[in-house]
């Protein structure tokens, strides 16, 4: 099994470009998670979907949009992007998120390190 | 709003010792507790995840607990190895019903030196 993969793993994009993060898991997870990593900030949810057909706010979700595909795939997208947009973007899934018991294990993918001139 | 909190930030120690890193959060009301392991340029991979209703959770070497009415949990790890440096975080996520947002705290940097 792949687990959670995630492209692409580089990208540079200048102010105003938009592109796509494209995340896929083989494990047959309900939840999908993207998240942000910054250096000092930790890592903050951008956008989630409990199950396929959903998707929720989190905690940053301001510039961004995001698609659940079909139960495997969760794409992240940033419209117009902006330097305050440069970070590391993972995606995570977990079997079910709603039980709170160990279903609840989240599955990081290897995440995108995105640089905004 | 849940805080979480880690402390030292970072952790410097020889070969075979046992250490102990710390995870403290401000809201007593959740449903578990996870740690993560993250390797430099890596993913984050998952641990051990406590429920709220256990004590403590153990896999090989690492053993973590949970006193969730004093809002703390510990990472051991027994007889350290220069493998297990890494930075090491914790995530707790809030009961309720719909409550899927996990709270990271910014995690312990572990140096083990061989």
């Not at chain 2, 046992?18 to 507790?33: E, G, M, P, Q």
């Not at chain 2, 809002?71 to 019903?97: E, F, H, K, M, N």
Request: glycine share 10%; net charge neutral; aromatic share 10%.
């Amino acid at each position: 099994n792949a687990g959670v993969t995630q492209t692409p793993k580089f990208q540079v994009l200048k102010t105003g470009q938009s592109m796509t993060l494209q995340c896929a898991q083989d494990m047959n997870h309900n939840s999908m998670y993207w998240y942000r990593q910054d250096p000092g900030m930790g890592l903050r949810l951008i956008y989630y979907s409990a199950s396929e057909g959903t998707t929720d706010k989190g905690e940053v979700p301001n510039g961004y949009n995001v698609s659940r595909l079909n139960k495997r795939e969760f794409s992240l997208r940033l419209e117009s992007a902006a330097p305050s947009q440069t970070s590391v973007y993972f995606c995570a899934s977990s079997e079910l998120s709603w039980t709170g018991g160990d279903a609840d294990t989240q599955y990081f993918g290897p995440g995108t390190r995105l640089t905004v001139l | 709003k849940q805080e979480v909190t880690q402390i030292p930030a970072a952790l410097s120690v020889p070969e075979g010792e046992n250490l102990v890193l710390n995870c403290s959060f401000t809201d007593s009301a959740i449903y578990n507790l996870q740690w993560f392991r993250q390797d430099p340029g890596k993913g984050l991979t998952s641990l051990l995840l406590i429920q709220s209703s256990q004590r403590e959770q153990t896999s090989g070497r690492l053993n973590a607990s949970l006193d969730k009415s004093s809002g703390r949990s510990t990472l051991y790890i027994a007889a350290s190895q220069p493998g297990d440096s890494a930075t090491y975080l914790c995530a707790v996520r809030p009961s309720g019903a719909g409550s899927y947002q996990l709270t990271f705290g910014k995690g312990t940097k572990l140096s083990v030196i061989p």
